[in-house]
């Protein structure tokens, strides 16, 4: 059975930083691309950070560039979301996903953490 788990989440202060982790197990990962959504209180959910398992390869969302890194442990199965400079418009429910390269639509979920930045 797949499970995406995310952790790390919690409050923080404008302009601090937070490390958000997805632990995946389940099947193995090789040959897919994880990603980070995030979903504010009455926002739809939107596209944070994917990163390519396997060269690691990487891609942001407008919001996120310069401020957030994503990368993953192959060794701990895990992916990983650096957040610095945070703002409070970045309050929202963050998720790991995870797709097969190449193939439309997110074939896995996590259950979300949730990060709340004040100001």
């Known amino acids: 059975q797949v499970q995406l788990v995310e952790s790390g989440g919690g409050l923080v202060q404008a302009g601090g930083s937070l490390r958000l982790s997805c632990a995946a197990s389940?099947?193995?990962?090789?040959?897919?691309?994880m990603a980070w959504f995030r979903q504010a209180p009455g926002k739809e959910r939107e596209f944070v950070a994917r990163?390519?398992?396997?060269?690691?390869?990487?891609y942001y969302a407008g919001s996120a560039k310069g401020r957030f890194t994503i990368s993953r442990d192959n060794a701990k199965n895990t992916v990983y979301l650096q957040m610095n400079s945070l703002k409070p418009e970045d309050t929202a429910v963050y998720y790991c996903?995870?797709?097969?390269?190449?193939?439309?639509?997110?074939?896995?979920w996590g259950q979300g953490t949730q990060v709340i930045v004040s100001s």
């Open positions: 389940g099947r193995t990962f090789s040959s897919y691309v």
């Open positions: 990163i390519s398992w396997s060269d690691g390869s990487t």
């Open positions: 996903a995870a797709a097969l390269t190449n193939t439309p639509g997110w074939d896995y």
